[in-house]
């Protein structure tokens, strides 16, 4: 069974900076494409960004491009969202998602999913 376990996340004024780890486990060693997407209350959710399973191409909406950066870490399921000039608007729910192939992730229809966290961005 895998399981997501994310972290980071809180309370930052805007113009400011957060990060968001994701840890997958109890899967496969090869390895998933992983991904994050955000719900802000009465919206529906959307994607952020995602990174391929085989190689570190990744992939971000237009609302966070040159703003958000993922990263994997050292162990090869873990990835960050590294969030940068965040404005109150990024004010949301943060999930982890985690499948097979990026397209999967970027779809909405992961297999894995995060707890969720909460990031919110003071004006």
């Known amino acids: 069974q895998v399981q997501l376990v994310q972290s980071g996340g809180g309370l930052v004024q805007a113009g400011g900076s957060l990060r968001l780890s994701c840890a997958a486990s109890g899967g496969t060693a090869s390895g998933y494409a992983m991904g994050w997407f955000r719900q802000a209350p009465g919206k529906e959710r959307e994607f952020v960004g995602a990174?391929?399973?085989?190689?570190?191409?990744?992939h971000y909406a237009d609302s966070v491009k040159d703003r958000f950066t993922l990263s994997r870490g050292n162990a090869k399921n873990t990835v960050y969202l590294q969030m940068n000039s965040l404005k109150p608007e990024d004010t949301a729910v943060y999930y982890c998602?985690?499948?097979?192939?990026?397209?999967?992730?970027?779809?909405?229809?992961?297999?894995?999913w995060g707890q969720g966290t909460q990031v919110t961005v003071s004006s």
């Open positions: 998602a985690a499948d097979m192939t990026i397209y999967t992730v970027v779809g909405g229809t992961s297999a894995y």
């Open positions: 990174i391929m399973r085989t190689s570190n191409s990744t």
